[in-house]
């Protein structure tokens, strides 16, 4: 994870490119399209990209893409399971789950937090399509 961010990439992408990873895959369109979650919707500071980015992660594995794909019946019961469990694990802990809140203006807090952040949701996502049988 820390070699994907000095390579410039941020949560929302780093979280698509270990699941592509993990398939041996590569897709630089849609890790430039996950861009548009950086640091909170397009560097606003609001909603978490590790959070967004993991919903993004459930729907990568378990939603639609195709006309004639159907996507699996749990997908958005593990994306409201998965904003459940950040709100209760990071926003309490932090007073929100958007970046301001979550790094406290302290941009050490990036390196701190962040990492942290990403993996457990990373964890949290892929125990969630294992146990529904996705992946």
């Known amino acids: 994870m820390l070699e994907l961010s000095k390579q410039g990439f941020f949560c929302s992408q780093i979280l698509l490119l270990l699941a592509l990873e ?14 548009g979650l950086n640091v909170g919707l397009g560097y606003s500071g609001n909603i978490c990209g ?14 639609q893409g195709v006309p004639e794909e159907i996507p699996d019946q749990h997908c958005n019961e593990l994306i409201r399971e998965l904003v459940t469990w950040f709100e209760q694990e990071y926003g309490t802990q932090f007073g929100g789950c958007d970046c301001a ?28 399509l294992m146990r529904m049988g996705i992946i």
Request: proline share 5%; glycine share 12%; with cysteine.
């Open 22 to 35: 993990g398939e041996g895959k590569e897709n630089p369109d849609l890790v430039r399209a996950m861009g």
């Open 50 to 63: 590790a959070l967004t980015g993991g919903c993004c992660l459930i729907a990568y594995f378990a939603g």
């Open 101 to 128: 809140h979550i790094l406290e203006d302290n941009p050490v807090n990036k390196l701190l937090r962040c990492p942290q952040i990403v993996e457990a949701v990373y964890a949290h996502v892929m125990e969630g």
